[in-house]
């Protein structure tokens, strides 16, 4: 079974500067699909921005982007010029590519709550 | 405007009532999960649908039932049997087959057992 760890309960970060949230996970597929939620205090999740193992291109999407690491199994989101809008919790998740059965379904992290502050 | 709507938002069940969360999406989407979000663990995968008439059990399906008789429909009861209910449930819907789509989600119901 997959399993996704993010070992930083909670983080800070001034706004305007530059923060990376981490995010490693183990499986023993080589094809998989790896993504960034967002989820604000109005609690409805967003998609931030995905990655497809076998690109070695790290996927950026405007002010966020992934530093992916396929061998260490690492999958980490920075985050740059902060934003207050910004504010909230952050799960990494992963999904299989197999087709069929549970291998649709999304395995998530426990969250990182980032707070932005002036 | 295409989405995913849930009712009730919030949720108030005495021990050993069934209660419905329910769950409608109009993105036309085949595929449908229900998740179960508690503080410090993330989201679980309770059930979910690739096609109308047709579910799975996910990784927390003891305590809950669910149907899907329509594709724009999938409602959770959460039965007495489940131990603990107090949670914030979230429904997803996703294009089937597609494995690097995204999974839409709707805006959750808290659930709380008095």
């Known amino acids: 079974a997959q399993t996704v760890t993010q070992s930083q309960p909670e983080m800070s970060v001034q706004e305007a500067e530059t923060v990376t949230l981490s995010c490693t996970y183990d499986?023993?597929?080589?094809?998989?699909?790896l993504f960034w939620y967002k989820q604000p205090p109005s609690r409805q999740m967003i998609l931030v921005i995905r990655?497809?193992?076998?690109?070695?291109q790290n996927a950026t999407e405007n002010r966020f982007s992934v530093n992916f690491q396929k061998a260490a199994k690492s999958f980490s989101l920075k985050i740059s010029d902060s934003q207050l809008g910004d504010a909230a919790m952050y799960f990494c998740?992963?999904?299989?590519?197999?087709?069929?059965?549970?291998?649709?379904?999304?395995?998530f992290g426990t969250g990182t709550r980032l707070q932005v502050t002036l | 405007d295409g989405g995913i709507t849930q009712s009730p938002k919030y949720l108030f069940r005495k021990e050993g009532q069934n209660v419905t969360l329910s769950c409608e999406q109009n993105?036309?989407?085949?595929?449908m999960y229900w998740y179960r979000q508690d503080p410090g663990q993330g989201l679980r995968l309770i059930y979910y649908?690739?096609?109308?008439?047709?579910?799975q059990k996910g990784d927390i399906a003891e305590g809950y039932s669910v149907s899907r008789e329509k594709k724009e429909s999938f409602p959770l009861t959460v039965t007495s049997a489940q131990k603990n209910p107090t949670a914030f449930y979230l429904c997803?819907?996703?294009?089937?087959?597609?494995?690097?789509?995204?999974?839409?989600f709707g805006p959750g119901t808290r659930l709380t057992v008095l």
């Open positions: 997803a819907s996703k294009v089937a087959g597609g494995q690097f789509d995204e999974q839409f």
């Open positions: 499986t023993s597929e080589s094809d998989y699909y």
């Open positions: 990655q497809e193992a076998y690109k070695q």
């Open positions: 998740a992963y999904r299989s590519a197999r087709v069929g059965g549970t291998a649709s379904k999304l395995t």
């Open positions: 993105l036309n989407h085949d595929a």
């Open positions: 649908s690739q096609i109308v008439n047709d579910f």
